[in-house]
């Protein structure tokens, strides 16, 4: 299998650091398409870029997803406290599908603290990864008194 073309990759990595953001945000895009070592550390760079754009950023976490590499998962746990919205739920969607057990606690607790639509993408990683998120953000049953 070929990878990426070299030149192709140097062109977005320059483009990625262009100060217009729409430039940036296609290059992120295009990025995750073609995939490749430097693509997957440019994107993991990016996603954690606490000073990027924040749709660069969501791109960013949305693209790891797509190209589902396990190295991504630290620096999409670390994402799931990003400002805004898209971010933290693109980031859930790319734990899910990367499939990694280490995702599973901190899905967990951003299922049991938000209520929008980033609990709802991490309770539905945390099906991916066959947890069962229902049973454990049930209200338990209070344990029997010993007498």
């Known amino acids: 299998m070929v990878g990426p073309d070299p030149n192709e990759i140097k062109q977005l990595l320059t483009e990625l650091r262009d100060v217009n953001k729409e430039k940036r945000r296609t290059a992120v895009m295009k990025l995750g398409v073609l995939g490749g070592d430097q693509a997957i550390r440019a994107l993991m760079s990016t996603v954690q870029n606490n000073h990027e754009d924040l749709i660069v950023r969501g791109r960013a976490a949305l693209m790891l997803g797509k190209i589902g590499d396990s190295r991504a998962v630290d620096p999409l746990v670390r994402a799931l406290d990003a400002p805004g919205f ?62």
């Open 86 to 147: 898209q971010t933290p739920m693109y980031a859930a969607q790319a734990l899910g599908r990367i499939g990694d057990q280490r995702a599973i606690e901190p899905l967990m607790s951003v299922a049991t603290t938000r209520k929008d639509k980033i609990q709802k993408a991490a309770i539905n990683a945390l099906r991916k990864l066959g947890y069962d998120p229902d049973a454990e953000l049930a209200p338990k049953a209070p344990e029997p008194e010993l007498t």
